[in-house]
């Protein structure tokens, strides 16, 4: 029998993973907040997966983090500001040596879990799959990408991985998951805090070439101060051609202020605005676009960490 993959987080990548999981035949279950929203789903009846223009339901089975049954494989899809709190309710259900997938933006949170949860094995996850949500309970597949998942602290690479190929998810084991993570936090900064700013999609930064480029070359030195040289590389490149390729989406974090969402701001420019100061590394067009958001944050009525 397949071990069951618990899924904690019914947004847009839990339910991406969930549906797709599920389709293939693999045992899976949501874990939802609480008793009100284990209810909504069970009114609901389904998750729903769009694809191609086609609608397809999946009645993944649900549960609230309360439930009894053991979890030797979780896969965390909530934000990462929700992440260890998540984690921590669910704590008593760990089973011994028990994996747990972290799918969180920025960096951060992945070391906060690996610190609560010692007895499990944690897998830093990087994906550049697109989906988002257009009601309760239904996920559209927005954007074919790739999932990168490795284990800092041990190579070796899970055999579950099938799991992920029967399923159809895009993905590679990687022995260099802490670069890769610092490479996407590095692009997460270049433009999604000016996407907010500007007010506009990833495509509208076209405009501020000067102010992307002056970006990029602090966080690469930032990276090269980290221990991360390889993440540095070409990094301006790097996010001209995501901008050019995501021209018509907007960032996440626009997405979040639009929709008066929180943001991951902490895990994002805040974490690399602390590890800055920690290496005394003077990154003064960082640190002021940092007080930029907040200062529009705050005007927005929403919070800044």
């Known amino acids: 029998m397949s071990t ?20 293939a035949g ?6 939802l907040r609480d008793a009100a929203r284990l209810q909504a789903y069970e009114t609901a009846g389904a998750l729903t997966l769009v694809e191609h223009g086609a609608a397809h339901q999946y009645a993944v089975p649900a549960e609230t983090p309360d439930a009894h049954q053991p979890i030797n ?3 965390v899809a909530c934000k990462a500001y929700d992440a260890q709190k998540a984690v921590a ?13 972290l799918l969180q933006n920025g960096l951060g ?16 996850a990087s994906s550049t799959e697109g989906a988002f949500r257009d009601g309760d309970w239904r996920v559209v597949f927005a954007g074919h990408g790739f ?9 070796v690479a899970p055999v579950w991985l099938d799991d992920l190929s029967a399923a159809g998810i895009p993905h590679e084991w990687s022995t260099n998951i802490l670069t890769r993570l610092w490479r996407k936090l590095a692009l997460n900064c270049a433009i999604n805090p000016l996407t907010v700013l500007h007010d506009c999609r990833n495509g509208g930064l076209q405009a ?23 993440a540095a590389e070409n990094l301006t490149q790097e996010v001209e051609r995501v901008i050019q390729a995501t021209a018509a989406n907007y960032s996440s974090m626009h997405q979040d202020v639009a929709s008066q969402r929180r943001t991951e ?15 005394q590394v003077n990154l003064p067009h960082l640190n002021q676009l940092q007080q930029r958001l907040i200062s529009h944050l705050h005007s927005l009525g929403l919070p800044s960490d």
């Open 208 to 230: 501020h070439r000067c102010e992307v480029a002056t970006l990029c070359g602090e966080l690469a030195e930032l990276l090269e101060r980290c221990g991360q040289p390889a």
């Open 73 to 75: 494989r979780l896969l």
């Open 89 to 101: 309710q669910l704590l008593p259900r760990l089973a011994p040596g028990a994996e747990i997938i």
């Open 147 to 155: 999932t990168w998942l490795g284990d800092a602290g041990h190579p």
């Open 109 to 124: 949170s992945q070391d906060a879990v690996a610190a609560l949860a010692p007895q499990a094995r944690c897998i830093y």
């Open 26 to 31: 693999m045992p899976v279950k949501l874990i």
């Open 4 to 23: 069951t993959w618990h899924v904690l987080g019914a947004g847009s990548l839990g339910t991406l993973w969930a549906t797709r999981l599920a389709r």
């Open 265 to 279: 701001i902490s895990y994002l420019l805040g974490y690399a605005c602390k590890v800055a100061a920690r290496h």
